[in-house]
């Protein structure tokens, strides 16, 4: 294979590249949406751009795959890779937690709908012994300042306040756990914690009403107010 | 003369500042997880309602629970809840003796009959007609039901009370009995552990006051706002859980990190209490902290689950027969979507900080 023309772009590293990612040729401004397939070369609906064989060419202007650049795909922030290093070292923890009675064999290491969220990004972790909200840093070693164990950091979600504790790992630098589910024997399969997790960070996504306190709150005797003989709140 | 005075005039009477007074309230406030705004509701009930009478009896114990409550930080114990309640009755800190003392618990039943509220410390023996534990010449267990028959509703003070502790355990000897199998026919609240937190005892009783009513219960008696979370949930130490990191021997290395205590016996996982949040003396420590594991003082039999320093194997049985709340996830364990949003939803909700909390 030639080397690209440009600086940057797709180079056969598919295993980055999301399923549904449009890629972008760089020449001629063609689209390959994997969700379409490419007509001229008879490929499928559904088949993500790493798996076009490689002669497959731009329909367009004849150029190489390796001329196509990720169109939807943000510019890389690494929380995927971040992500994937979360799971890969508490996959390396399994292994010796797993003799242990807080150990649930039904369930595997999985993180679930990690987004950004301030300066870093919160999901949930699932492992065979606890279900933990974590907020991993944006910069790697933004937290490492902070003492494990010292302080609770408190953070606001849109569904209230949460205390985080502080945690460090070998390899994945200092990151914050605030617990969900410890142990885990109340999940009979994956399927059902992967369904709780969803649901959990769907609802600390979701800012809760305040109950009534709120409003009568509002109701309180304004000083002002009393003294023009009004009682009871503002009248307009 | 007034019957009843209120909970400000005694503070007022005492040279406590009306500043002192309000900043009270809203330690009160947030020692009880509620928002702010609810400092002025809880000034308020002070201000205008009538102390609550309290009779405290004593049965077989310890005075660990008395110890702990005379030593509230907030609300301090000292200079205000004991002002906030009347406790007219309480053979340890009550100054008559004999005659006298049995004279105020008869005449408090009689003037505020259905009004007051008696708290039990410790538990009656039933064995030989409840002859090992003498009050005033009678058995604990009549002036135990004499004192509960009019009262407006009975705390259970500590495991004791609550379920039975050192003196229930096997084979226990005496019979000794929690309150609540002995009194059925009241509201009883529990609040065990041994002794209990003095921030919690006083938070029950300020929420009593304040609101004229129980705080909420869970479905095994204790109030939800103090017994809703494992220590394990808001473990100091819990990173190192999470991680697989734990103490292997006293003393190790991994004692010295600091890590996890659940291989030593540490009993967290399956006991319900407010420790890892609240903490002792004023907020200084809790067992963990200091090294050593949680024995679950607050749980249901503790004395005869086993050493303290027995690693918990049994922890899927325990663990679900002592959480109360849990909604029929057990036998068929999370399945079907409605109950996993459930579970989520209560999960996320037992998680979030006491609202208005700001220490």
Redesign the interface.
Known sequence: MTAPLLPGIFTGGGDRLGEQTRLECGVCWHVYDPARGCEVWEIPPGTPFAALPDHWRCPNCDNEKSVFLPLDQAPEDGMDSRVAALVACFEETAQRMCDLPVHNPALRVDAVGFRPFGEGWLGILITPWFMNIVLLPKQADAWDHLMPGAEKQRHALPAGSYDFEVARAEGMGTYQTCSLFSPMHEFADHEGARLTAEAAIDALMTAEEEPQEAEADSRRIDRRDLLRGRFGGPEN | MAALETFYDVIRRQGISRRSFLKFCSLAAASMGL?P??A?RIAHAMETKPRIPVLWVHGLECTCCSESFIRSAHPLAKDVILSMISLDYDPVIMAAAGDQAEAALEDTIQRYKGNYILAVEGNPPLNEDGMFCIVGGKPFTEQLKHAAKDAMAVISWGSCASWGCVQAAHPNPTQATPVHKVITDKPVIKVPGCPPIAEVMTGVVTYMLTFGRLPELDRQGRPKMFYSQRI???C?????????QFVEEWDDEGARK?YCL??MGCKG?TTYNACSTTRWNEGVSFPIQSGHGCIGCSEDGFWDKGSFYE??????QF??EANAD?IG??A????G?A???H???S??KR???G?GENQ
Do not use: C, S
């Open positions: 928002p705004a609810m002025g394990h949930d808001k100091y130490r819990r990173p190192h859980f999470d991680a697989g600091g659940y291989k996982p690693r918990l194997t049994d922890i899927k663990g679900i849990k996830m057990t068929a364990g999370v399945a979507a109950i996993a949003t579970a989520a939803l999960a996320v998680a979030r900080a609202k």
